[in-house]
């Protein structure tokens, strides 16, 4: 009797994944933080840390992650769902070591008027792997304010949309940062 | 060796830390509308005071008079209470700016929404029915701080006088305010009669006494 060779069964999306966590599956939280663990490491290490303290605030972002699932609405997508919660334990992390507010206050200009929404392709003349050069040369000497989203839209590969769910602003305060980032690192670049 | 997922995986089955429930978010969202929809009242609230406050001390209508009565308008605004509604504003965006519907907005529109949406409403609610009973209750039983609130009837801004017409003589007219207080309005009354919800513009010469230098007649107001 001829046997079907056996299919490799589908992966299951990151939602679907969580939509599991949600009904107690415990074990298949452990494919997310296998997913999700060298990605959110290395966010931190670009962004705010360099040493080992990242790895220990990324374990509190799984177990953050872990605590809230159910709320998150598994029709939206997973990855700024959980890079949102990595963003606010960092910055919350910052706040405590430096005692004072991260330099992106609520009161930002960026956030309170509207801005004309910059096309995703516009990338100032630079090409993307231009770009992530610059920027890993010049992490350290920009400004928390401009260096999240060029650290998101070029390494970690989200869209504007997700970007503004993961710092709760604005689509169109994205696409500002984004073009204001490139400015200053090419400004830091000449210099 | 342990990796990271195990050391995740098993802090969360050794029971050390636990999922909230779907309850603990609904309820939690369910406090944030609470909050957010007593906030939106308490601004409704000041906003309809700030007009009452404006059609009672006549600032509303001071308009009418030209530049000066621009001037009389301005200085009747109740600034204190306009940066209050603001500052509630401020809060009330921040209470909501957890749903993606608010932070994809610029805060201006979120505020210019808020605006129309208390405009309209201060429309549909008579800021006379609310704010008129209250200020009668507290200028006859005093209640600390809110009687302060109320206080602007005492001291019309830029002289403006707002009232209803008891009396009328060649020379002048006798006005009563919300509270029955009553002075004598010094100028020709032409165009009104008793009962008439007047405004006038002018300056006090002396008790209870009104050097008018214009006078409008309000229709359809109490």
Partial sequence: MNTMPEMPEPERTDEEVAALVQKGDIDSFRILVERYDAKLTRYAKRFFFHGDDGKDLVQEVFIKAYVNIKSFDTARRFSPWIYRIAHNEFVNNIKKRQKERDNVSIFDFDTLFPHLIAKETADDGFNKAEVKRMLERSLDTLSEKYKEPLVLYYFEDMDYREIADILHIPVSTVGVRLQRGRMMLKKIIKE | ?222
């Fill in chain 2, 1 to 222: 060796m342990k990796n990271d997922s195990d050391e995740i995986i098993n802090t969360i089955k050794s029971g050390e830390t636990k999922m909230h429930s779907r309850a603990y978010f609904m309820a939690r969202a369910a406090l944030v509308l609470l909050a957010a929809v007593l906030l939106f009242l308490l601004i409704l609230f000041v906003a309809t005071f700030i007009v009452f406050a404006l059609q009672e001390n006549g600032g509303f209508f001071a308009t009418n008079f030209g530049p000066a009565g621009w001037g009389a308008f301005f200085a009747s605004l109740p600034w204190t209470l306009l940066l209050l509604s603001l500052a509630l504003v401020l809060i009330l965006w921040i209470v909501l700016r957890r749903y993606s519907v608010v932070y994809h907005q610029p805060f201006l529109y979120i505020l210019l929404l808020l605006i129309v949406m208390v405009s309209l409403s201060c429309v549909f609610i008579s800021a006379g029915s609310i704010h008129g009973g209250i200020y009668r209750y507290v200028s006859r039983n005093p209640i600390p701080v809110i009687s302060g609130v109320y206080e602007f009837e005492t001291a019309p801004a830029g002289g403006v006088y707002r009232g209803q017409v008891v009396t009328l003589s060649t020379s002048s007219f006798v006005l009563e305010n919300i509270l029955g207080q009553t002075s004598t309005v010094l100028v020709t009354p032409v165009g009104i009669d008793p009962g008439d919800y007047v405004i006038v513009f002018g300056h006090g010469v002396a008790t209870a006494t009104i050097q008018a230098s214009g006078v409008e007649t309000i229709v359809d107001y109490q």
